[in-house]
């Protein structure tokens, strides 16, 4: 049952960490983290029976212990979009022999899992999400603007950390120009303010005193979080105005649970509502207490969908 580990050569100077948990014959599957750019949390691994899955977590590009690390400045972001992360996935389940996984992630983790997905359904075998994103910019909008109607001093904030930007502007866009700044007291400040906002939206759903989702991170994981994440939302994670949604079809014949809390601020229920009607084969649960972080009866639900779908071999 101990975990092995490794660095795959993904191309482009890119190096994907990557570690595998549990039953070296168990049922496989992956968990894809979110942020995106926020790395492996091995808490992941608890969700799972590990005397029943072959659990794979590994480390988006940019980010955890894949290298190079988007804190260095020097990393140069080009070769970091969501068909790159698509490719490296699809690399990795080949390096490691598997046929089929069942996937499982929440917020960007979703977004990423449905992309792919969509790109290699004969490769999925079942699918499990908490917290469901499909990086559309309309999404992308209400997280950095549209919600600062319930945070407005939180996001008046936001907004100035970019000066210049109007209040209808391209916030997202001008913070990913500050993270690219030379000046390396620019793109702390810039690391600053956008984790401020981020714990802001959170802030109904964290323990007063206790460590921030975003800003208690160590200080290059901050820095590498907030430089992939602008990077790729100001992008619109390189996908078409709802793709996702439009072609979930792609989807028919895997089963899904998707777990959404009534509560989610930064990502409201309604995307999950929208995925749930387009993918027949998935069915919503949702938690009347929960936001985006989730709770105890979150938990429950994913390790009862993880539970049932070991029994599916």
């Known amino acids: 049952m101990g975990g092995t580990s490794g660095m795959l050569d993904v191309g482009d100077g890119n190096h994907m960490y990557w570690e ?12 894809v983290h979110g942020g995106p750019g926020s790395g492996h949390n091995p808490a992941g691994l608890r969700r799972f029976d590990l005397d029943r899955y072959r659990v ?14 988007a804190s260095d400045p020097a990393t140069d972001m080009r070769h970091n979009t969501t068909a790159h992360l698509i490719a490296d996935m699809e690399r990795l389940r080949a390096h490691l022999g598997i046929d089929r996984w069942l996937l ?17 359904p004969e490769r999925v075998s079942e699918i499990v999400i908490a917290s469901v994103t ?9 997280l950095y603007r549209g919600v600062g109607r319930f945070y407005p001093e939180a996001w008046d904030r936001f907004l100035a950390g970019a000066p210049g930007t ?14 690219e700044d030379p000046d390396e007291a620019v793109r702390a400040r810039a690391v600053a303010d956008w984790c401020a906002w981020e ?6 759903e ?11 991170r160590p200080p290059a994981d901050r820095v590498a979080l907030v430089r992939v994440c602008t990077h790729y939302f100001s992008h619109g ?3 078409e105005e709802g793709a996702l949604l439009r072609d979930a079809h792609r989807l028919a014949g895997i089963p899904g649970v998707l777990v959404h809390g009534r509560f989610d601020m930064g990502g409201p229920l309604g995307t999950a509502w929208e995925l749930a009607k387009a993918w027949p084969d998935a069915r919503l649960l949702v938690t009347e207490g929960a936001g985006h972080l989730g709770n105890e009866e979150s938990r429950a639900y994913v390790s009862a969908a993880l539970a049932e779908f070991a029994e599916r071999g």
């Open 134 to 142: 499909t990086t559309r910019r309309s999404e992308i909008d209400w």
């Open 206 to 216: 964290t323990a007063a005193g206790g460590p921030a989702p975003f800003g208690g």
């Open 56 to 69: 794979v977590l590994f480390d988006q590009r940019g980010s955890g212990r894949s290298t190079p690390h």
């Open 104 to 120: 499982y992630g929440g917020s960007w983790g979703s977004t990423l899992i449905l992309a792919y997905a969509e790109e290699h």
């Open 20 to 31: 595998v948990h549990g039953n070296p014959a168990g049922k496989p599957a992956a968990v």
């Open 166 to 179: 109007p209040r209808d502007g391209d916030v997202v866009g001008a913070y990913a120009r500050l993270l």
């Open 199 to 204: 714990d802001a939206v959170l802030s109904g």
């Open 237 to 239: 994670a390189w996908l």
